[in-house]
Structure formats: C-alpha cells, structure tokens
C-alpha cells in the first residue's frame, strides 16, 4: 500500500505562485508514474500533469503548460508541482495520483486526500 499526503495549497492572488508537495509512504514509488489532478465544485476531476517513473518524461493539460512545472525527487518519494502566474479558474482541490502497470496487466493507482488552492481574482 502506498499512502500519498499533500501540502502547500493555500490562498494566493492571481499571478501568484504556489508549490504543491505530495510526500509517499508505506512503499516507495520510484517505479511509479506520478501526477496531479484537479477537482472544482461542481466539476469532474481533471488531468493536470504527469511525469514518469524516471522524471525523464512530463506532460501537462493545456491549460496549464507554461505555468506548471512538475518534478519529482526519488530519493525523498515525493513529487512537486510548481504553479506560477496562478488564474482564478485554477481554483480547486489538486490531489496526487501513483500509478503502475506491471507486465502482467495488473494496474495500482493512489490517490492523497488533496490539498485546496484558492486563487483570488
């Protein structure tokens, strides 16, 4: 089992930044792809970004390319997501996901609590 917490969320003017953590326990996830997605009230969960088990690969939602950078650290199990010239409609709760596919077909995903990021117009 793999137990995943985030931090750094918070309330920030539009083009303000925020750096969001999502620290791994229980097991290490350095053979896990990692990412972050987001969920506004009333909305469904979306894709933000994702980054492989390396960190030689990353890709990003539209909406955000440019102004996200995700990273991560295997030595430390965790995973970064840098959020600059922040917007209001990036208002949401952002959660971290651990996914992994073996080569028997069988797939792991996990998910934190979330942290909420409240961007201020």
């Known amino acids: 089992q793999v137990q995943l917490v985030e931090s750094g969320g918070g309330l920030v003017q539009a083009g303000g930044s925020l750096k969001l953590s999502c620290a791994a326990s229980?097991?290490?996830?350095?053979?896990?792809?990692l990412g972050w997605f987001r969920q506004a009230p009333g909305k469904e969960r979306e894709f933000v970004a994702t980054i492989s088990w390396s960190g030689g690969s990353a890709d990003y939602a539209d909406s955000v390319k440019g102004r996200f950078t995700i990273s991560r650290d295997n030595a430390k199990d965790t995973v970064y997501l840098e959020m600059n010239s922040l917007k209001p409609e990036d208002t949401a709760a952002y959660y971290c996901?651990?996914?992994?596919?073996?080569?028997?077909?069988?797939?792991?995903?996990?998910w934190g609590q979330g942290t909420q990021v409240t961007v201020s117009s």
């Open positions: 996901n651990a996914h992994r596919a073996d080569p028997w077909g069988d797939e792991y995903d996990y």
């Open positions: 229980g097991r290490t996830i350095s053979s896990y792809a």
